[in-house]
């Protein structure tokens, strides 16, 4: 049921912290084609990492 909820992330509730702020970062990695300026500073130094094996986040 979560997969479906991905297209709709901000507006669902299942997601965790650490999982909406991967999707944050994954949307504003895939719009750098849209000339949406890239990842900005304030999601990249979000705690996202939780959800891999790094203990930090990796260096831009």
């Known amino acids: 049921m979560r997969l479906h909820l991905v ?3 901000r507006e ?3 997601f965790t912290d650490a ?3 991967a999707l944050e970062f994954a949307e ?3 719009r750098i084609a849209d000339a949406a300026g890239g990842v900005s500073d304030e999601v990249w ?3 996202w990492w939780p959800l891999g094996r790094a203990t ?3 260096s831009p």
Do not use: I, N
């Open 7 to 9: 297209a709709a992330w």
């Open 12 to 14: 669902a509730t299942v």
């Open 19 to 21: 999982e909406r702020a």
């Open 28 to 30: 504003q990695g895939t």
């Open 45 to 47: 130094v979000t705690p």
């Open 56 to 58: 930090s986040p990796p």
